[in-house]
């Protein structure tokens, strides 16, 4: 005859094999959530050696930076408070229309001073 504490005795389960799922399935959710930050912010570009991205960091900021990968290099242009210049010739005129969109209308070789 069984006592009833020999049927608890016979019951061997292990308390934290429960914790041990929970972490399998927390391990997948992680890796679930970087592939869809990688696939929503194309950081899949910048791995691709055959790619060219650009991407401007603090845009309008005083410490923005210009990010440029063409193919596998990478160009970093920091923002200073020099103005450029220098000597050159016009190729051009842009006009910005009512509805903010700019037009380039490039000169032709034959206007252009010699």
Not at 21 to 50: C, G, H, K, Q, R
Not at 61 to 79: A, F, G, T, V, Y
């Amino acid at each position: 005859m069984r006592s009833r504490l020999g049927i608890l005795d016979e019951i061997d389960e292990d308390p934290m094999e429960g914790v041990a799922n929970l972490f399998d399935v927390a391990m997948v959710f992680a890796v679930a959530l970087l592939m869809a930050l990688v696939l929503s912010y194309n950081i899949s570009e910048l791995l691709d050696p055959t790619s060219s991205v650009t991407v401007v960091k603090n845009p309008g900021e005083p410490d923005m930076q210009i990010i440029i990968k063409n193919m596998s290099s990478i160009q970093i242009l920091n923002m200073t408070e020099q103005i450029g210049g220098g000597q050159g010739i016009r190729i051009g005129t842009a006009y910005r229309l009512k509805g903010g969109q700019v037009i380039y209308v490039p000169e032709n070789e034959t206007s252009a001073p010699a």
